[in-house]
């Protein structure tokens, strides 16, 4: 197996690869990205590369290389130039921090969401939905990992409160303290060439987790907060690594926050308790707030709807609308992506280019 096949590379990639109408490009993916400088790795191993003008004047932010993507790279001595970025087959996105209407792409090209949520303080029903109703949407595959088993009596619970959310995912119950328990789930969701990531939020047990996976300690930047259960952010920036087991994972910095977005048309979609009552609705556009002869409503009066479920569906129907609102944020973005793109001209001047 060559060395871009053992980090995802497929017959996908490679019909676009041998149609880019440019001469002398390598192929390569994303690792990580520090500021401008872009890790790659390619069919030679690593290389660190910058994006090209052309991709920084597209000026559409979401479009530019994330972790994840397989890029076109033009090599230089030491260095590379991004030229382009091969049509992913999915993105993992959520509403950009702050923003109302923009949406940010976190990573591309996964084939797992693994959402790390621990059985202390962190244990949220309401937050789990929103990252399930999310990656749902991006039409990727999630695994629920309740971590941190050993801090509660009766794991089981918590772990039926998530089945009785109705998703279709697996729910698993883990602790990365006691690494033979992680290796019940790996075998079976870490596939050899297949991509993930790992979500949730700061002090979950990602990067614990993660650590056992790999068998050594990843780099750490900033310390962790003990005196409570939030900790801090301490994983700074997303990476991709290759497991001993020929998967590969991303790290993700804990968030504070996961903003969701809409596709038109689908407001009500991912909420698979609600889907399953819609089509006895008198109306077939209902929204389920107040409509009469409504099935939803019906069935959160009379207890068979968890009023988590209908308020969380409640929530992310405002945040929704929020979300097709504002046009202002968007040209915010613009703006801050126009004065990055000075940043690494001026970066580049420098280094005479
Ligand atoms: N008791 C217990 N503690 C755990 C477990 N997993 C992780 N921890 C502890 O929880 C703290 C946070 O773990 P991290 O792995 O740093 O959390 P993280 O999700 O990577 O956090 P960020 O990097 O900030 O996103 C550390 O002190 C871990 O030792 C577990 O299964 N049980
Ligand atoms: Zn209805």
Redesign the pocket.
């Known amino acids: 197996m060559t060395t871009l096949q053992s980090y995802g590379w497929n017959e996908h990639f490679m019909r676009h690869f041998q149609i880019n109408p440019f001469p002398n490009l390598e192929a390569a993916r994303v690792l990580s990205i520090q500021g401008f400088i872009h890790l790659l790795i390619t069919e030679t191993g690593h290389m660190d590369a910058q994006l090209a003008g052309t991709l920084i004047n597209s000026r559409e932010s979401e479009t530019c290389p994330k972790v994840g993507d397989w890029v076109l790279v033009k090599r230089y001595e030491e260095e590379g130039m991004i030229i382009d970025t091969l049509p992913r087959l999915n993105e993992l996105s959520r509403k950009a921090p702050g923003s109302q209407s923009a949406r940010q792409v976190l990573a591309a090209n996964i084939d797992g969401v693994f959402i790390?949520q621990?059985?202390?303080r962190d244990f949220n029903l309401m937050r789990l939905q929103r990252y399930l109703h999310q990656i749902v949407q991006c039409n990727i595959q999630p695994v629920v990992l309740l971590?941190?088993?050993?801090?509660v009596p009766d794991p089981e619970t918590y772990r039926q409160q998530v089945l009785d959310l109705g998703y279709s995912c697996p729910v698993v119950l883990?602790?990365?303290?006691?690494p033979m328990l992680q290796s019940e789930w790996t075998s079976q969701y870490l596939q050899p060439q297949q991509t993930y990531i790992?979500l949730?939020?700061?002090?979950?047990?990602?990067?614990?987790?993660?650590?056992n996976l790999l068998g050594y300690q990843l780099q750490?930047e900033?310390t962790?907060s003990?005196a409570n259960n939030k900790?801090?952010?301490?994983?700074?920036a997303r990476h991709l690594v290759l497991l001993p087991n020929g998967s590969m994972i991303i790290?993700?910095?804990?968030?504070r926050e996961f903003g969701i977005t809409v596709e038109a048309g689908k407001e009500s979609a991912n909420h698979p308790l609600i889907e399953e009552l819609a089509p006895q609705c008198r109306f077939g556009d209902c929204t389920h707030q107040h409509e009469p002869g409504c099935a939803v409503i019906a069935a959160f009066n009379n207890g068979s709807l968890p009023e988590l479920v209908y308020r969380s569906y409640l929530k992310l129907l405002r945040e929704q609308y929020h979300f097709q609102a504002s046009e202002s944020d968007k040209r915010r973005d613009e703006r801050r992506f126009t004065k990055m793109a000075k940043q690494i001209f001026k970066h580049r001047k420098n280094r005479k280019y």
Request: no cysteine; proline share 2%.
């Open positions: 790390v621990g059985l202390d971590n941190k088993k050993d801090l883990t602790s990365a303290l006691y790992l949730g939020s700061s002090g979950a047990g990602k990067s614990t987790l993660l650590n750490k900033g962790t003990a900790g801090k952010h301490t994983t700074t790290d993700a910095p804990g968030m």
